[in-house]
């Protein structure tokens, strides 16, 4: 007897023979590829059971049609958008009572400041005519654990927010080097700065200050303890004038860091990037105004960029300048892409730089002239930027440290400077997806000029204009909490990880279902021609 051989649905019948009986058919193996392939249309057959199943392949090819669209708009989304890299940094806006503005209100990071003085060893043989030139030693660094928060917070409703900073400042004798009643000779900020404004006043006003400061022992050096000089102490020339003076007077303690321990003056205004994360973070407004009132170019007065701790994340895309406001330096500074590294034990960042010219007389680099003096038309030596109008009247000039890209005729004015590039730059190791650093070092020099008066004794020995360095200063992260962490860390390889799992997945499902409906299209066409 002729066998019939049933197997799985739908099937396909094949005639067999024998040599007694007529042939009768026998239903061939169907495999679950030819199912499929029978479904999709690229296997034809006959018979009862492929007509009932007509409409499974109708079916089959509107999922077919869906999945191939579907697969397009997410190929597309995925490789041609920065939606998932938005979806991501949508978290970054600082809208009230998020995470993003509770950490921006509270930083989960503890920020080092340390503080490298420069003690002068020989200021009487100097003042003596015995040396010609001044001598100096770096001591230090004397670190300080800064805790930052923001006080005074106010959402004002329009995409921005208004606060003011506190810090915290405590000291470190574990990281420090030297202790903070190290004894120090430093020029004599509150002297020269009395005898700087005097020296535009009358014959009689300098003789007036003269008396008082020989009165009060001030000479152009003073010697302090370390804490004492940088955090405040009672100067008796300030005593005395604010005896004199009274009001005009606002306090007789002085310390070259006593601002920045306390809530600051200065009220900001930045975007918190519910309007747009283009405008995260940027400052708008310092005091309500968006000029500073001090140089005379819009692009140079102008308000702007960021406090540092974040950037706009569109502009990480290495062609970008990034923009961070100093308050104490009164003036934005650019920052350049430099390279890739790695930081926080292997996480990728790209590493921006303050240019070395952000410093050059205008000679050298021309965008430098709005900040010359515009009346006198003068400008500092390469090397060095005027802040006097930001420092209360002080003749203070800013530096990077050891005056690294200056003149070299400010180098070799004292003895015991010495640039290094490793040891003195700024730059910042930042996170190309969140767009905050996660290391680097912010470094800048504080510096008097010594400006003379023709009543005021104690300056002979001095050249006019001369620069003298009184420390420098350098800001690392410090301390990171291990919620940051993880969340760098998350952002980082996670979030790539499934944004590469998407990228492979939808180009995959893409080109199989391009593939599929053109063999579809195929051998529907094939099988339309032979009918």
């Not at 600082?94 to 920020?111: D, G, I, K, M, R």
Request: proline content about 6%; charged content about 20%; aromatic content about 12%.
């Amino acid at each position: 007897m002729p066998e019939m051989v049933a197997f799985y649905s739908p099937e396909t019948v094949i005639p067999t023979t024998s040599d007694t009986e007529p042939r009768k058919p026998l239903k061939r193996r169907t495999s679950a590829l030819n199912t499929i392939f029978y479904y999709l249309g690229l296997e034809q057959r006959s018979g009862e059971d492929a007509k009932e199943n007509q409409w499974i392949r109708i079916l089959t090819f509107v999922v077919l049609f869906v999945t191939f669209i579907t697969s397009a708009i997410g190929f597309f989304i995925m490789w041609f958008t920065n939606m998932y890299n938005n979806s991501l940094l949508e978290k970054l806006i600082l809208s009230e009572n998020s995470t993003a503005a509770e950490w921006w209100e509270n930083p989960p990071v503890y920020p080092l400041l340390k503080v490298h003085v420069f003690n002068y060893t020989n200021t009487e043989d100097f003042l003596a005519g015995k040396a010609t030139k001044l001598q100096v030693e770096d001591l230090g660094p004397y670190v300080y654990k800064e805790t930052a928060n923001k006080v005074d917070i106010n959402h004002n409703g329009d995409g921005t927010i208004s606060y003011r900073e506190h810090r915290y400042i405590q000291y470190l004798p574990e990281e420090s080097k030297g202790k903070p009643f190290d004894q120090v000779v430093v020029p004599n900020v509150v002297f020269l700065t009395g005898v700087s404004k005097k020296r535009s006043e009358g014959t009689w006003n300098q003789i007036a200050f003269n008396m008082a400061a020989s009165s009060s022992g001030s000479s152009a050096f003073i010697k302090k303890p370390v804490e004492s000089m940088l955090w405040g102490y009672e100067d008796k020339l300030l005593s005395l004038a604010k005896s004199m003076f009274g009001s005009d007077i606002v306090s007789s303690s002085f310390g070259m860091l006593m601002t920045r321990n306390g809530t600051s003056a200065e009220n900001f205004t930045i975007f918190s990037g519910e309007s747009s994360l283009e405008d995260l973070a940027v400052i708008k407004h310092l005091d309500g105004k968006p000029r500073l009132d001090l140089w005379h170019t819009d692009e140079c007065d102008r308000v702007g960029g960021t406090d540092g701790s974040q950037f706009p994340p569109h502009l990480m895309d290495r062609k970008h300048p990034l923009q961070v406001f100093i308050k104490s330096l009164c003036r934005k500074f650019p920052l350049v892409y430099d390279s890739e590294v790695t930081a926080l034990d292997g996480i990728p960042a790209w590493r921006y730089k303050i240019p070395n010219n952000v410093f050059s007389h205008p000679d050298e680099h021309m965008p430098n002239h709005c900040f010359c003096h515009l009346e006198s038309g003068s400008c500092p030596p390469s090397g060095l930027f005027n802040i006097t109008g930001c420092s209360m009247g002080a003749p203070i000039f800013a530096s990077f440290p050891h005056f690294y890209t200056g003149d070299r005729k400010l180098i070799e004015s004292i003895e015991g400077v010495n640039p290094v590039q490793e040891k003195h730059e700024t730059y910042a190791d930042i996170h190309p997806r969140l767009a905050f650093p996660i290391d680097g070092a912010s470094r800048f020099q504080i510096n008097i000029q010594v400006q003379k008066a023709a009543m005021v004794s104690g300056l002979e020995k001095f050249t006019e204009g001369q620069y003298l360095p009184v420390i420098w200063l350098e800001v690392v992260p410090g301390v990171i909490s291990d919620d940051l962490r993880a969340m760098i860390y998350h952002s980082t390889y996670s979030a790539n990880a499934i944004q590469m799992s998407l990228r492979v997945g939808s180009l995959a499902l893409f080109v199989l279902s391009v593939v599929l409906l053109i063999a579809k299209c195929f051998y529907s066409t094939r099988s339309t021609s032979k009918k």
